[in-house]
């Protein structure tokens, strides 16, 4: 208090115009002074009492604050920084020491006082608390100016208004000389400027200043707000908050022009908060959002052990003012330096900051006095849909040396979106970098979490002997979703490279380029007797798995485990869609977790029944000791089910939804059935029907029937020479992304019957799995059997996967296999044994009297041992005709065995 007025800046959600102002002429400091004094006595004594009470009542909507700082503003109205509910019941410095409990009944009485007091204070007088300075011209010096109205300002007591009327719409202000500090609270407010809707009009230039580093403007009496402005172009900072605290940095760009591009030439940090606490950046009413972007170090720059409890929230960093288009700052997007108890976003929508586009990291937190930060709920990497790579050319969270520090969490909103990003998606880095907490967040996916926006090197990276910290949880909303990261294969969902006690769990790792989990850079650690190597988590041993059964609504799960001796370890159980190529992991839906204790030998066997049912066909496990080192994933197993085989229908010819070929694909992947499950077709009309997918299908990942013949009015040939099949339905790749192929078959024993398969990026059918079948379909050509619609590559290509069949001695297994860009069948690597390839059309059309031949071979073995291609009888010869090369080629030392 001073003087009878409560020194605080406005509300930002009290509009401009409700805020009782002089005329716009300059009033002289002795006028003002008399204005305040006379009528405040009253609002003095109102004032000191509320304080009373506040400091000793803790009521619904206030918080306690230091002694001195009364806050009379309603919760909605008043800035974040001052009474944050997410800095409460977190790691954060202690808060001031407070009084003994009051009794309930006098607080009963206080909170009545209270209310009557607020109500009861003439609105009247509060309009006279502050004295208001107009920026009239747009010259430097003068009557008028804004350098005046800072100087009027400051030697003004007491919170302060300075407003725009500049006339026309927007306007520049030059100065030629650095502007003061701000030594006492004032807000400048740039949404006064006439005609002010949402951009700022105001442009505070320093394209004029050529010499030192002036900062657009510098605030060190705290308190104060700057709202509705353009900063730019100055050889200091846009903005520098130095001392006092409590300010509100609202609805401003700074860095970029009004158009939302760099000018050129713009400042070293878009706002520097040195030794200064407790301040809002940003805001979440519509306007309340800063852009700060284009700036030559850092979009904000958070430094020193005094600059706590600062609240960062709604803003654009390193994109456009749409949140679309990269306008990078030239470091990081927020670096926290040596600073505790900050918060970055927050769990709502209007607390979510954007930040993208800037050239190194998003957050940089470093420094072993950068503790109990908090970074909640942001876009970090995306653009403001977060659905588009927008990402930083770092990492998207780097922790060099912080302990303490908690990246998302486990309440609703509080993950973040960690994306897009050239570098790793999160970095703990540094033996100081400890305690820290990865939480909810999701790191590689789109916003929804299905969709792929990959970080281009690991999803999160522990190096440099950061230890003891922790990844995931199994609570809920604690899991991190972590997938399709990497660009290359050694690029893994979670890298330990070094360091000790990092647990790692309940996540969701699935679909990276590498291992789910790598300790140490060789790749799969194998397990050692007894567990007693060290190095990265101690490269902890991981379970051996030996069965799993799945009944529906139960899991039972049996194996062992081999590490130290007389310990317990947490085992977590997951279940994978997939089967990785490294056989190991992956780990894409979380099970649960079971605890066993090793004896003497170092040895322990379970079993272990989960009250849940499974997801995904393939099941790994991880261990952890009671350190916190988790190992990597073990080697997969494929589960057993007692549920007999379902059938799903397509029912349209939509992409996505109920009735879609996706979603009768995605339901028989997760239904766990003793199988295969089928897949049929039941479509309206005559047809024929296409199905165009724009993104790629999922991968038949648990056996599966796909049976096309089953569109009413289809039916497969019946011709020992020639093709009278009527197919109905036609799978059209023409829209899906380059390099992709139509249908993948990863499980072992499906079947694809019955359909056309077109025009796809790559192969029309790559084989993965084992003993699949191929029948009675066209590959290349459109449902009459004449028509070329080519795919990209190949017809078939059959993958290192053994015993799958093409065609067969049937005339309804006949498969035609023409048109297409490479080979009509490949089959490459020597464990691709024991192929068979009989009774196809390869080359022709499906009469066998057109030339339609694929643009490579007929037929090319890659190595494949102990292919049939043919057979003794006269319905397992093929017709290979009309191809651009060989119409069979045998190629590679592991080639051997086969018979044509």
């Known amino acids: 208090m001073e003087g009878g007025v409560l020194r605080r800046p406005f509300p930002s959600s009290q509009s401009p115009s409700a805020i009782p102002r002089l005329p716009p002429e300059r009033v002289a400091p002795a006028e003002a002074e008399q204005r305040r004094s006379a009528p405040n006595n009253l ?34 109205a008043r800035p974040l920084a001052l009474a944050d509910p997410h800095l409460e019941g977190r ?66 007591p007491g919170p302060d208004l300075i407003g725009f009327n500049l006339g026309g719409a927007s306007q520049t202000i030059a100065p030629t000389a650095e502007l003061p500090e701000l030594t006492d609270p004032v807000t400048i407010d740039g949404t006064t400027q006439p005609g002010y809707a949402g951009t700022p009009l105001v442009e505070l230039s320093g394209v004029g200043l050529t010499s030192g580093s002036p900062d657009g403007l510098r605030i060190v009496a705290g308190q104060s707000t700057v709202r509705g402005l353009l900063i730019n172009r100055f050889r200091g900072d846009c903005l520098e908050l130095a001392g006092g605290g409590t300010n509100v940095i609202e609805g401003n760009i700074l860095g970029l ?14 706002i520097l908060v040195t030794n200064s606490a407790r301040n809002t950046i940003g805001g979440t009413t519509v306007h309340g959002a800063n852009v ?74 470093t420094g072993t006095g950068a503790s109990a930060n908090l970074i909640l709920g942001n876009y970090i990497g995306t653009d403001s849909t977060g659905t588009v790579d927008r990402g930083n050319s770092g990492d998207g969270v780097f922790v060099s040396g912080a302990p303490g520090n908690q990246i998302g969490g486990g309440g609703p909103g509080e993950g973040n979106l960690i994306s897009g990003n050239a ?136 194996g062992s485990l081999d590490s130290r001796a007389n310990t317990a370890f947490r085992l977590d159980f997951f279940a994978n869609t997939l089967f990785d190529p490294s056989l190991h992991g992956e780990g894409e839906f979380y099970l649960g977790s079971h605890t066993v204790a090793t004896d003497a030998s170092g040895k322990v066997d379970f079993g272990v029944t989960l009250p849940v049912g499974l997801r ?53 992947n997760r ?135 093409v065609g067969g001695a049937t005339p309804e297994a006949r498969n035609v296999i023409s048109g297409n860009f490479g080979d009509g069948i490949e089959v490459s690597g020597a464990r691709a044994a024991r192929t068979r390839i009989l009774n196809n059309y390869i080359g022709p059309d499906s009469r066998g009297t057109l030339d339609h031949g694929n643009s490579g071979d007929g037929v090319f073995l890659n190595g494949a041992p102990n292919t049939q291609i043919g057979g003794p009888s006269a319905p397992e010869g093929n017709v290979i005709s009309g191809n651009s090369s060989e119409g069979v080629t045998i190629s590679g030392s592991s080639a051997t065995n086969n018979v044509i």
């Not at 509060?126 to 005046?148: F, H, K, M």
């Not at 494929?638 to 007999?644: D, E, F, G, I, N």
């Not at 379902?646 to 070929?661: E, I, K, Q």
């Open 43 to 76: 609002v003095a004594f109102y004032l000191n009492v509320c304080t009373l009470i506040i400091r000793y009542l803790h009521v619904d909507g206030y918080r306690y604050f230091e002694v001195g700082e009364p806050w009379l503003v309603p919760p909605t």
């Open 292 to 365: 700060i972007s284009g700036n030559n170090l850092n979009g904000i720059h958070i430094l020193g052990p005094n600059s706590s409890r600062n609240r960062v929230a709604n803003n654009v960093i390193g994109l456009d003012g749409a949140g679309a288009n990269a306008r990078g700052n030239s470091a990081n997007g927020v670096l926290i330096e040596n600073a505790p108890s900050n918060v970055i976003g927050g769990p709502s929508v209007t607390e979510r900051n954007v930040i993208s586009g800037n050239s190194s990291d998003g957050i940089e937190i």
């Open 616 to 668: 995904g066909r393939y099941v790994s496990a991880t261990a952890t000791d009671p350190q916190g080192n988790t190992s990597e994933f073990s080697l997969a197993i494929k589960a057993r089910s007692t549920l007999p085989a379902a059938t799903f229908a397509v029912l349209n010819t939509n992409d996505v939804g109920p009735g879609s070929l996706r979603q009768a694909l995605l339901d028989a």
């Open 257 to 270: 022009n009004s158009a939302g591009n760099d000018p050129g030439g713009t400042t070293r940090n878009g």
């Open 671 to 805: 239904a766990i059935t003793a199988g295969p499950d089928r897949i049929e077709f039941n479509i309206p009309g005559s047809g024929p029907h296409v199905l165009a997918p724009t993104s790629p299908l999922p991968a038949v990942a648990d056996a599966a029937i796909l049976d096309g013949y089953t569109q009413g009015g289809a039916r497969p040939n019946t011709q020992s020479l020639g093709n009278d099949a009527v197919l109905l339905v036609r799978l059209d790749g023409n829209g899906l992304p380059s390099n992709t192929d139509l249908l993948t078959l990863l499980a072992d024993g499906s079947t694809v019957r019955g359909l056309a398969l077109t025009r796809s990026r790559r192969d029309a059918v790559a084989v993965v799995g084992a003993n699949n079948v191929l029948e009675g379909n066209f590959i290349g050509l459109d449902v009459d059997g004449s028509t070329q619609l080519a795919n990209g590559r190949d017809g078939i290509f059959i993958d290192g996967a053994p015993g799958n069949r």
């Open 91 to 156: 790691a954060m410095p202690q808060p001031p020491s407070r009084p003994r409990p009051i009794p309930l009944t006098t607080q009963v009485r206080m909170r009545a006082l209270l209310s009557f007091l607020l109500a009861a204070t003439p609105l009247s007088l509060t309009g006279t608390l502050a004295a208001t300075y107009t920026v009239t011209v747009t010259d430097d010096n003068g009557p008028g100016t804004l350098r005046q109205a800072i100087l009027d300002a400051n030697a003004s």
């Open 423 to 558: 570098s790793e998606g999160i970095t703990l880095s540094g033996n100081t970098a400890a305690s820290n907490v990865v939480r909810g967040n999701r790191i590689g996916t789109d916003a929804a979490g299905a969709g792929a926006l990959r970080n281009d090197s690991h999803g999160v990276q522990v190096t440099s002997s950061a230890s003891n910290n922790t990844i995931g949880g199994e609570d809920s909303g604690e899991a991190n979703v972590v997938a399709f990261n990497g660009s290359s294969s050694t690029a893994d969902g979670v890298f330990v490279a070094s360091g000790t006690g990092n647990a790692i769990q309940g996540n969701s790792i699935f679909e990276k380029s590498g291992l789910g989990i790598d300790l140490a850079t060789n790749g799969v650690t194998e397990n050692d007797a007894g567990d007693g190597d060290g190095n990265a988590n101690l490269q902890q041993n991981y379970p051996l798995l030996v069965d799993a059964t799945h009944d529906g609504a139960t899991t039972a799960l049996a």
